[in-house]
C-alpha cells in the first residue's frame, strides 16, 4: 500500500526534523496498515527513543534487526542506549562489536566500546 510508505517516510523526516510526537503519530498509521513493515518498526524505534522510552525503543530495534543486519549505525544506536539508558553493558558490547564488524573505519564506534569497557573496570 502506497499509503504505508508515504507514513513510513513521513515518520522519518518529521524524526529528523525533531518532531518526534508528529512522527510517531505517522509510525502509527503505517504500523496500522501494516505491522511486519520493518522500516517502520525501525523509524518507531528512533522516535520512541526521542520521546525517553528507551526499552520500548530497544525492543523495536531488536524487532527490526533481521531486516537490518548489515546497518551498523542500528547497532551502534542499540549499544548507546543498552550502555547509557538502560545500564546494560554486557548487550551494548555485542552490539558495538558488531557495528565495528561492519564498518572499522568508524572512529566514533571504537569510542562507544572504550565508554563500555569503561564502565567495566573498577577504578
Not at 522500516?39 to 525492543?59: H, K, M, N, P
Not at 538502560?86 to 557495528?99: C, D, R, S, W, Y
Not at 568508524?106 to 573498577?122: A, K, L, M, P
Request: proline residues 3%.
Amino acid at each position: 500500500d502506497s499509503n504505508e510508505w508515504a507514513y513510513a517516510g513521513r515518520c522519518k523526516a518529521y524524526g529528523l526534523a525533531g518532531q518526534a510526537e508528529v512522527a510517531k503519530v505517522d509510525c502509527d498509521r503505517c504500523l496500522a496498515l501494516n505491522s511486519e513493515n520493518g522500516t517502520c518498526i525501525l523509524y518507531q524505534g528512533y522516535t520512541v527513543r526521542d520521546l525517553g522510552d528507551y526499552e520500548q525503543a530497544v525492543a523495536l530495534w531488536e524487532q527490526a534487526l533481521p531486516e537490518n543486519m548489515e546497518d551498523p549505525y542500528l547497532r551502534n544506536d542499540l549499544a548507546q542506549v543498552y550502555l547509557l539508558s538502560l545500564g546494560q553493558p554486557e548487550p551494548a558490547l555485542v552490539h558495538i562489536n558488531e557495528a565495528i564488524s561492519l564498518d572499522d573505519s568508524n572512529t566514533d564506534f571504537y569510542n562507544v566500546r572504550g565508554s563500555i569497557y569503561e564502565t567495566q573496570v573498577d577504578l
